[in-house]
């Protein structure tokens, strides 16, 4: 028969055990809503090989891509968005390629939407999710959850807008920007007129400035728990050879039969096609008006200005994990990015990579 003081020992062991219990208990709860809010973004410049990596990343963490490339989605619109061959397709299945006809509206609310189906799809299957492109507003919306709310999307107000900029300008639509949101006109450039519609978008659905509508959605916690890794080049005359070489072997692919064919379609009158970086250099080509060679270095001079454009979008965020890349191997730089992923995602990888 135990005494008192040997009973309240007891009882005090039983007491902390309980509380070891509740606290394991607790954490493996943690353990499992975790699994299912992390995803890893590999993005970077156009040419600077996100997509190779993305997809020796997935290959070898059993995981499935989410293409966050706005270009991508579109049927028909193949070599010149650089979409992923049907062999890569087959080696590591890809989401939100080859998702919407031409002549369809999508916006960044639809992406985020569409791209949360992709996430919970994937983690169901007991994959991991990767994410991959350059399309910087999609990235940003879908890491930093940003709140939509009930915006409505707008495509007829979209293509006035288009249709303004193509008769009057970019600098034209630049000055409606700069009337109605000032802060915004003053960090986006007149070039960008996907970026410079997408801001008077939101001033039109929600009555809200797309400055103060950011502001506001940063105030939330995040869905998710995010890698975002960048490719770069310190040596941007790397990236440049790059982005001129892979155009050549876009043209040897076939690229100007793509944009013929498009064309005869009647496709280059819609905002999809007329706007995209590919396919809007070679019109001039098409109907007579300039060579070919002219044409084909437009659409190298663009392609670079695109590229610069990225950077400048992702060197904005301090807590994204960099590559360089200058100098280094494609085998270099996947090792680098897979000790990168194996810490972040090492509670996973117990049940998620192939022994």
């Avoid at 999809?272 to 084909?296: H, M, N, R, W």
Wanted: proline share 3%.
């Amino acid at each position: 028969m135990p005494n008192k003081k040997n009973f309240r020992v007891l009882l005090f062991f039983m007491k902390y055990v309980t509380i070891i219990c509740i606290a394991k208990s607790a954490e493996r709860m943690c353990f499992y809503r975790m699994t299912y809010t992390k995803l890893a973004v590999v993005t970077g410049p156009t040419a600077s090989g996100k997509s190779s990596l993305a997809l020796s990343l997935a290959k070898h963490f059993h995981g499935e891509i989410v293409s966050c490339d706005s270009m991508q989605l579109y049927k028909g619109m193949d070599i010149g968005t650089a979409k992923p061959t049907k062999e890569e397709q087959t080696e590591v299945k890809h989401h939100m390629i080859d998702v919407l006809d031409i002549n369809d509206s999508f916006s960044v609310v639809d992406y985020v939407k569409a791209a949360e189906l992709c996430i919970s799809n994937i983690y169901s299957k007991g994959k991991l999710p990767f994410f991959c492109g350059g399309t910087g507003l999609y990235v940003d919306a879908l890491v930093n959850s940003t709140e939509f709310g009930d915006m409505k999307n707008l495509p007829e107000y979209r293509e006035e807008l288009y249709a303004f900029a193509e008769e009057n300008g970019s600098e034209a639509l630049h000055k409606m920007l700069s009337q109605t949101d000032p802060e915004a006109a003053e960090k986006i450039d007149h070039r960008n007129v996907k970026r410079v519609i997408r801001a008077l978008e939101v001033y039109k659905a929600s009555g809200m400035t797309i400055s103060e509508w950011q502001r506001r959605s940063k105030l939330l916690p995040p869905k998710f728990d995010s890698l975002v890794m960048t490719i770069e080049y310190e040596d941007r005359q790397i990236l440049y050879d790059r982005i001129n070489k892979r155009v050549d072997m876009m043209l040897e692919a076939g690229l100007i039969g793509e944009v013929k064919r498009l064309y005869d379609e009647g496709i280059f009158s819609t905002a999809t096609a007329s706007q995209a970086i590919g396919y809007k250099e070679f019109i001039p080509y098409l109907e007579g008006t300039s060579s070919l060679e002219d044409c084909v270095e437009r659409l190298k001079i663009e392609s670079r200005r695109y590229a610069k454009r990225q950077m400048t979008w992702f060197r904005r965020n301090d807590k994204i994990k960099r590559i360089t890349a200058d100098g280094k191997s494609s085998e270099e730089i996947f090792e680098e990015a897979k000790e990168i992923c194996e810490e972040f995602f090492k509670p996973e990888l117990i049940w998620s990579v192939k022994y």
